[in-house]
């Protein structure tokens, strides 16, 4: 059978984007693995020949010899896949095909830059559009449901520079959440359902990879039961690793008690806002009435460092909600920090409610990607916004609170852990942030008058 040469591009902004020789910008513990990318190319026929490039790690070879073009991206990153798209079908000749979140919420936006969109996994579409390729017949769009994890194929991660990524292995035991969080598109993307890969094949996989695991989870204890024997079956392997959960973790001892067992030393976990209207409003149900600093400390007892996410800029907030929220994450001595402005993106609850009231006022696509605010917030005006998150972040990432930090983990947290994992990634943070402005704008936060919040 005829050969084909596949070329899955992974595009990203100038900021950050590789030009010629130059080395990648920014730290490799913020580059996580191209999972879904290498599961792309696993889950293609024998006769695809698959090259993934990654334009924080490589730039694209325009004059490549490959058959057939493959793009996925996320919405920020949407107006650099049309850019690259259009100069590979209009200047060289090339079929391209678009895949991934932006794709699947906006297939007919994407469908003016290509020849087909894979709406929805790829996995179940993959071979479908190889055949169609080959018998010059592509359709339009190529639909999915979300697949089974029974059977999934292991990727070949050799297919990808490890040395530009977290120096972690990385898989998946589970895709997708259950939650319903109304600004969330991952769980929008995976239709609100999580589902779970046989444990006998998660044990498998792990048995092959290094030491140092991450998993690259939504929500790896979203199934409770499932959850407790795969950490069950994890102990006797002796792996150190991270994921991200929702915070029930904290109120399953059981649960906690195993996951610490098995190995777990860091997760990351949405805290969003400590407002319960805010809670309330974007339906993450499972964090109201939870009292955050008990959480924090509980997963602290048991060797887990936390790194939290909070989003700023939803309905009940005001001026005064950056200090109120600083003050919490200085007082948990929380060992890294998302802090992203709201952002509504298409095919989620959010963005349709904001455009039905009319309070989108941005769709440059590259500016969604918590950077900017696009939105009319209700209480505060989007320079406050956009100033206070960035006051925020330049305050958590001082280099004397990175120190306090790190000297206090030392007394909860495994040494290595510390100096390999949560002090790299403060200063990965500190690195990326001052080159993205967040550093500069948030020094021009007008902070209140009768602060009490000291250094």
């Not at 996320?74 to 079908?89: G, H, K, L, S, W």
């Not at 998946?172 to 609100?192: K, M, N």
């Not at 860091?266 to 993450?284: A, D, P, T, V």
């Not at 929380?334 to 609850?349: D, K, V």
Request: glycine share 6%; with cysteine; net charge neutral.
């Amino acid at each position: 059978m005829e050969r084909i040469k596949f070329v899955l591009v992974n595009p990203t902004s100038l900021l950050w984007r590789v030009r010629g020789r130059e080395r990648p910008r920014g730290s490799r513990f913020l580059r996580f693995s191209m999972l879904s990318s290498l599961y792309v190319a696993a889950s293609m026929p024998p006769y695809v020949e698959t090259q993934i490039i990654d334009e924080e790690v490589e730039p694209i070879d325009f004059d490549t010899d490959a058959d057939l073009i493959g793009i996925s991206f996320m919405t920020y990153n949407a107006p650099r896949a049309y850019e690259i798209a259009d100069r590979f079908r209009i200047e060289k000749g090339k079929p391209v095909i678009f895949g991934g979140y932006h794709p699947t919420f906006m297939p007919e936006e994407a469908m003016q830059h290509a020849d087909a969109v894979c709406v929805g996994e790829a996995e179940n579409n993959v071979s479908r559009m190889m055949e169609d390729f080959l018998a010059g017949q592509l359709k339009p769009f190529y639909r999915s449901e979300p697949i089974k994890l029974e059977g999934l194929p292991i990727p070949n991660r050799d297919l990808i520079r490890k040395k530009d990524y977290v120096p972690l292995d990385v898989l998946q035991a589970t895709r997708g959440c259950h939650y319903l969080c109304s600004f969330c598109s991952v769980a929008a993307f995976h239709q609100y359902r999580l589902r779970t890969r046989p444990v006998a094949e998660v044990i498998a996989e792990l048995k092959t990879l290094g030491p140092h695991i991450l998993f690259m989870d939504d929500n790896l204890v979203g199934d409770r039961e499932y959850a407790k024997q795969l950490f069950s079956e994890m102990i006797p392997l002796g792996k150190i690793w991270f994921s991200q959960c929702g915070i029930e973790i904290a109120y399953d001892d059981e649960l906690l008690h195993l996951a610490s067992r098995s190995g777990c030393r860091g997760l990351f976990i949405g805290f969003e806002s400590l407002s319960q209207r805010n809670l309330r409003s974007w339906k993450k149900h499972s964090n109201r009435g939870k009292d955050y600093l008990a959480v924090v400390r509980k997963l602290h007892a048991t060797g887990i460092g936390v790194f939290a996410g909070f989003v700023f800029g939803s309905d009940d907030d005001g001026p005064d909600v950056f200090e109120r929220t600083l003050k919490f994450i200085l007082e948990a001595n929380i060992e890294s920090l998302q802090a992203t402005r709201m952002t509504p993106f298409p095919g989620t609850p959010l963005f349709e409610e904001m455009e039905r009231q009319g309070r989108i006022l941005d769709k440059d696509w590259s500016h969604y990607d918590f950077n900017h605010v696009v939105f009319e917030p209700l209480h505060m005006r989007r320079e406050t916004l956009d100033l206070g998150v960035s006051w925020v972040l330049r305050q958590f990432y001082t280099r004397r609170r990175v120190v306090r930090r790190v000297w206090k983990g030392l007394h909860y947290l495994h040494p290595a852990v510390v100096l390999r994992a949560v002090l790299p990634l403060n200063l990965s943070f500190q690195g990326r942030l001052a080159a993205d402005g967040n550093f500069q704008r948030g020094d021009a936060f007008a902070r209140p008058t009768n602060s009490r919040l000291t250094d």
